[in-house]
């Protein structure tokens, strides 16, 4: 049924401009031969076409184009009619013979319009005329398109400030008139049409309406051109004769449009001058009017315009722009219990960029914004909509990006109590947003305090909220939140060691309550900051009247040892083991030997125990031989009992080049270079030598296992460690066994069972040249060298 | 000419939030052609803003690192240099000149780069150069108290490589420059 309707009006349009086009031909041809009257009979004839009463406004605007464009032909003949010596008056009266009134009224307007160009009647007595007389066109699609051509053809014809068709009689104040009158007078037709026909239609009659509401439209338009229409006329007159009409057709559909067309169509000045007018129209529509889109709209408009320029802020305070569009605010909501809380949330947004924008110092507003937002929300537990969520985020940006400074923004007391009602994911979200725009902006956090109010702010990262339990987490995000979370924590800082010690220990509170996947992330930094602040308490002078509780190196390393030993439960042996390293070296600065000797211990520990992975133990004995030579704050015994444990490693790891290298490493133990007492030359040859052993144990096995003795390399390596010793000054390691050394390794290089080897060739070379340019250097050294012959 | 950018120990995020902005804003794309990386990022975006800077990354493993699988030790020809890359964490004593000599020997390389103690080091023996860039990021370290953002730049031309450290100090970037020339060794045959 449907698609034979739509057939059927495919079918009447085009009979309609056949009609229409076939009248037009005969029209131009009176026209050609200056046939005055069958012009007229031809035009009435082809403007018939639009009476018809068949065509949704869709076609019926292809109609009236059609029309429009030979009533252009038609005016000019007119003008030259006049010139040629008819009296425009004559003409005028003439067309209103036309038989049906639909035609003669298109005619009128279109002579009317030549009329007002003649000058010969004051323009506003014409357009008086003219628009009272299309009241006689009731029916609504008919009644808009021809009042549209009125307001067409007068366009450029209205007597305006600087116009041509000014004068005593005629102004501005008639000029408004009219349009507001035709602007009126279509408004009625327009929301007539919604109470047309079935009641089962309604929807199609609004898809209509819609398309037709550019024509009510273009007449507010016009009224904004008006150049001579100001402040005084605008809100003496323009606008409440407007508002008068939007409020009282009571049609949802026009009052929507046409309160968003005032707002988008006239001057921000206007509307901040006319707020109170504007706003208490609002409680008078329609319940249905979606009144928190078009409020938002005003508020961003007028946002923009403050963010335009700063001289144009104080208009707003003279205003009081902020407290009339709060109450507003607050009386739609109210007027409306069951808005959607996304409506909500959207209205107290824009609400808050509007603060935000013009009256950037006032954080009391912004409170307030967010306290209402709070309001409205309490009750209703963790949102559920998607929207909703996505514009509460919107809603706690815009502070942030306008202070570019969470401080400020943790100021505001609501700020977290809108944050407790996102859903944990949201919550994530959120501070992920403020996490990003403290690294953006570099700042500073300084004080326990705020790192107490911030952690509590980003929760949902720090820990586990309760009834989350995220196993659907991607590992690759988890890992960027966590990382943004340590990254964070290196943007605590006080110079005063007080009070970073207390950010040091609210940090420490809030990321051990995060659970072992989350440890491995947030201990390090937490670690290093409390390392630093040794550091700093170090460079301080020590207070010999200090109070009992104040900082010292002791209580923080107290703090480390208790944090290091949750990351055992996890288990993080790797990290703990050198974290427990870092913290021995920086006891060792401030003199502390127990509790290096402490450290070291549990690092030592965590090797026996858990570390059991071959590359990681290399890894481990590197990082336990490099960090004790370095250590000078160990007594003998201590001392011993570390290096003993540590070569003992050394020799116990799975593969024997391992082995080799990390006992030749723990030489070193026995010679260090700073301290006279620190130089033991027989341990370090014992060491030597039993690296040695391992070479060619090493051999041996490789040998019996697969048939050739393998490379010489670990032995030139040794002869490296014998040289550098020699150098040093060790009297254990003489010429004697240098040069024995040397032979081996030629031996065995030579021997048919080893393994060729490059790398080991060109180590070897390279060390034979060392010791030849040792020598040519003289002196001291070359002397040393001098017996050694290669 | 060719452009090697030497940098490391950033530690990011253990002990420091990221790259010194100025820092940031002097290296661009496009003006680098190899990246030599000692280790010690320690994060896959540190990794990725490497790549972005230049596709030729070549890095070697710090303590720290996340990734495992990044060598310990690592070899490449750029013009006529052979250059090494080693954390240095595995070379005892830390730091030590001698000792990394040896290390220089044992990878058969003119220029070693080498890591771990924060501090820029550039230094001539007569096996090669060794090059430490110190910590881009002025990270924490057991090593020294005093730790200043640096990296290095090296112009590779013939025989002949320009050094040029960049230091923040107090807000400033300051650059030094030393040269070093490759002497054509002849080595016995093997």
């Known amino acids: ?790 | 000419m060719v452009l090697v950018l030497a940098i490391g120990d950033l530690h990011i995020p253990h002990r420091a939030p990221d790259l010194p902005p100025k820092f940031k804003s002097m290296l661009v794309p496009g003006k680098i052609q190899h990246i030599i990386c000692t280790g010690n990022l320690c994060i896959k975006e540190v990794h990725d803003y490497f790549k972005s800077l230049c596709p030729d990354l070549h890095i070697t493993r710090g303590e720290y690192d996340e990734d495992y699988r990044y060598p310990e030790n690592k070899t490449l020809t750029i013009g006529q240099f052979k250059l090494g890359i080693c954390h240095g964490h595995q070379v005892i004593p830390w730091g030590d000149l001698d000792s990394l000599a040896m290390l220089q020997r044992q990878l058969d390389v003119d220029i070693l780069v080498t890591g771990h103690t924060h501090q820029f080091k550039a230094y001539k023996h007569e096996g090669g150069v060794v090059i430490n860039p110190g910590s881009a990021t002025g990270a924490y370290s057991s090593f020294t108290y005093d730790v200043n953002p640096s990296f290095v730049l090296m112009d590779i031309d013939g025989l002949r490589v320009v050094v040029y450290v960049y230091e923040l100090i107090d807000g400033e970037v300051k650059v030094d420059k030393i040269d070093f020339k490759k002497t054509p060794t002849t080595r016995s045959a093997h």
Request: hydrophobic share 40%; proline share 4%.
């Open chain 1, 1 to 790: 049924m449907i698609a034979d309707g739509v057939e059927d009006e495919e079918k009447w349009l085009s009979a309609g401009i056949a009609g229409l086009q076939q009248n037009a031909f005969y029209m131009h041809r009176a026209l050609d031969s200056n046939n005055l009257r069958d012009a007229l009979k031809y035009s009435a004839q082809m403007l018939s076409e639009l009476r018809t009463s068949r065509l949704s406004p869709h076609k019926y605007y292809e109609l009236y184009m059609r029309a429009f464009d030979e009533l252009r032909k038609l005016e000019m003949f007119f003008k030259e009619e006049t010139r040629r010596g008819c009296s425009i008056i004559d003409l005028y009266e003439l067309v209103q013979h036309a038989g049906n009134i639909l035609p003669r009224l298109y005619l009128l307007c279109t002579v009317g319009s030549v009329y007002i160009k003649s000058k010969e009647a004051p323009a506003k007595d014409v357009l008086k005329d003219l628009v009272e007389m299309c009241r006689g066109i009731q029916h609504p699609v008919r009644g808009l398109f021809l009042r549209s051509y009125l307001a067409q053809v007068s366009r450029d014809k209205l007597p305006d400030i600087g116009s041509e068709y000014e004068g005593d009689a005629d102004t501005v104040v008639d000029a408004v008139e009219f349009v507001l009158q035709n602007f009126t007078e279509m408004n009625k037709l327009w929301v007539r049409m919604q109470h047309q026909g079935p009641a089962r239609e309604k929807e199609k009659r609004e898809k209509e309406r819609s398309e037709l509401r550019d024509l009510v439209g273009k007449n507010l338009h016009v009224l904004s051109q008006i150049e001579g229409i100001d402040l005084d006329m605008y809100k003496d007159t323009v606008l409440p004769r407007v508002l008068e009409q939007v409020v009282n057709c009571k049609d949802e559909l026009a009052q929507y449009y046409l309160m968003d067309c005032i707002i988008q169509v006239f001057p921000d000045e206007y509307h901040l001058q006319t707020l109170d007018v504007l706003l208490g129209a609002f409680p008078q529509l329609q319940p249905t009017v979606d009144i928190k889109t078009v409020l938002s709209r005003l508020m961003e408009r007028l946002s923009n315009y403050a963010a335009s320029s700063a001289d144009v802020l104080p208009e707003f305070l003279q205003v009081e722009a902020f407290s009339k569009l709060n109450n507003a605010i607050g009386k739609v909501i109210e007027a409306q219990p069951d808005m959607p809380i996304l409506g909500v949330i959207t209205l107290y947004s824009s609400l808050l960029t509007f603060t935000l924008h013009v009256h950037p110092d006032r954080l009391d507003y912004a409170d307030q914004v967010l306290g209402a937002c709070v309001r409205k929300l309490s009750g209703k537990g963790k949102l559920e909509d998607n929207k909703a969520t996505k514009q509460i985020v919107a809603l706690l940006s815009a502070p942030l990006e306008k202070y570019n400074d969470i401080v400020t923004a943790l100021k505001l007391s609501n700020y977290p109590r809108v944050m407790e009602y996102l859903d944990s994911e949201t919550n994530k979200v959120m501070a992920t947003v403020i996490i990003q725009s403290i690294m953006k902006n570099k700042t500073r956090i300084s004080t326990a305090d705020r790192v107490e109010a911030l952690f509590e702010l980003i929760k949902g990262l720090i820990k586990d909220l309760d009834g989350t339990f995220d196993d659907e987490v991607d590992e690759d995000d988890f890992k960027e939140e966590q990382n943004s979370v340590a990254r964070l924590i290196q943007m605590f800082y006080n110079d005063d060691t007080e009070e970073m010690f207390k950010i040091i220990c609210t940090v420490r509170k809030h990321i051990l309550a995060g659970g072992p996947k989350r440890l491995p992330f947030t201990v390090p930094p937490l670690v290093f900051s409390s390392l630093k602040l040794v550091r700093q308490l170090q460079g301080q002078e020590e207070n010999p009247f200090g109070e009992e509780e104040s900082t010292t190196p002791k209580k923080i390393f107290q703090l480390l040892n208790q944090t290091l030993e949750t990351l055992s439960n996890i288990p993080a042996p790797e990290l703990a083991l050198q974290l427990y390293l870092q913290c021995a070296e920086a006891a060792n600065d401030c003199d502390l030997e127990p509790v290096a000797y402490e450290f070291f211990t549990q690092a030592y520990i965590l090797y026996e125990e858990e570390i059991s992975d071959s590359r990681a133990q290399v890894t481990a004995i590197h990082l336990i031989i490099g960090t004790l030579q370095r250590m000078h704050v160990f007594g003998v015994e201590n001392r011993d009992t570390l290096t003993h444990k540590a070569t003992g490693y050394s020799a116990k790891l799975l593969k024997k080049p391992d082995q080799c290298r990390a006992v030749y490493a723990c030489s070193h133990l026995f010679w260090v270079d700073d301290q006279d007492n620190m130089k033991d030359g027989e341990r370090v040859l014992l060491c030597l030598k039993r690296a040695l052993r391992i070479a060619n144990a090493a051999q041996q096995m490789s040998n019996a296992a697969r048939g050739s003795t393998g490379s010489v390399t670990l032995f030139v390596e040794i002869l490296n460690k014998y040289l550098y010793f020699f150098e040093k000054g060790n009297p254990q390691v003489t010429v004697a066994a240098i040069q024995s050394l040397i032979e081996l390794i030629t031996t065995e290089m030579q021997s048919d069972s080893s393994t060729p080897d490059p790398a080991a060739d060109a180590l070897f070379a390279s060390t034979l040249r060392y010791i030849e340019f040792q020598k040519q250097k003289g002196g001291a050294v070359g002397e040393k060298y001098e017996p050694i012959k290669v």
